[in-house]
């Protein structure tokens, strides 16, 4: 496993906001998604990065292992969409877990159904973006249909993977309370769904947009009143979810 090779864009060390405790952060090269929030366009091709071995994610990686244990973290690996390269992604977490890492995958759910479970269902734990729970509005975010998420979270749940939910909140797009009653009563269905973490929309990543001559459509679009963050979650707290 540890000879496996796939191409990253890069690591980040310290990591606070992937999953539990502190992380180890592997970002994957490689989307199909076109979201129209996404902060690093900078991944969508495959081609991109650099390539490395499952060896040298590890071997870095468990330099920063004592940090890791005591705070309850691990690796995550992300992207881009890691489903894109499910034989390196399956030899990272595999080894990982046989060190006794912890790891957890950030994914969009999108891939096939032979790459959803050799990825996900070899993770200790699935942060899943759920764009909308509305299918045309799923859609006018992404780019793809919402078919493979809903896919992913059935399969998760078979197999009682734990999962959390993230869901971006975007003025204009993802904010109507309507569909977010929906979400909330659609993942109450899972009892696998640990957390929701409900995300304001920001523009952090819109100078990689222009960097890359690409159309940033939300260049006028402001972050979700604080009062629209703390009704969604609230939605979310009254189907008896754990939010953030």
């Known amino acids: 496993m540890r000879t496996v090779k796939g191409r990253i864009h890069s690591v980040v060390t310290g990591g606070m906001v992937d999953g539990p405790g502190i992380r180890f952060v592997v970002f994957t090269q490689g989307c199909p998604l076109r979201c129209l929030y996404c902060h690093n366009p900078d991944t969508w091709k495959k081609s991109g990065g650099r390539e490395v071995t499952v060896a040298e994610i590890i071997d870095h990686a468990k330099t920063y292992k004592r940090y890791m244990e005591a ?4 690796i995550t690996v992300t992207g881009g969409e890691p489903l894109m390269q499910p034989d390196f992604v399956e030899a990272l977490l595999k080894e990982a877990r046989s060190l006794g890492i912890h790891t957890a995958v950030d994914t969009s759910g999108f891939g096939t159904e032979e ?5 996900l269902l070899n993770a200790d734990l699935v942060l899943l973006d759920m764009k909308s729970i ?3 509005t799923f859609k006018k975010v ?3 249909e919402r078919d493979s998420t809903l896919a992913a979270l059935a399969e ?7 999962v959390w939910i993230r869901h971006v909140v975007v003025p204009g797009l993802t904010d109507e309370l309507e569909d977010a009653r929906e979400l909330a009563r659609v993942l109450s269905e899972y009892d696998n769904i640990e957390k929701i973490e409900i995300l304001p929309f920001h523009k952090l990543g819109e100078f990689k947009w222009q960097e890359l001559g690409l159309n940033y459509t939300l260049g006028e679009t402001q972050p979700p009143a604080k009062d629209l963050i703390d009704t969604i979650r609230q939605i979310f707290r009254e189907v008896g979810f754990t939010v953030t």
């Open 142 to 144: 992404s780019g793809v």
């Open 156 to 162: 998760l749940r078979e197999a009682k993977i734990p």
């Open 71 to 74: 705070s309850g973290g691990g």
């Open 134 to 136: 509305n299918p045309s």
């Open 115 to 119: 790459a959803r479970k050799r990825v």
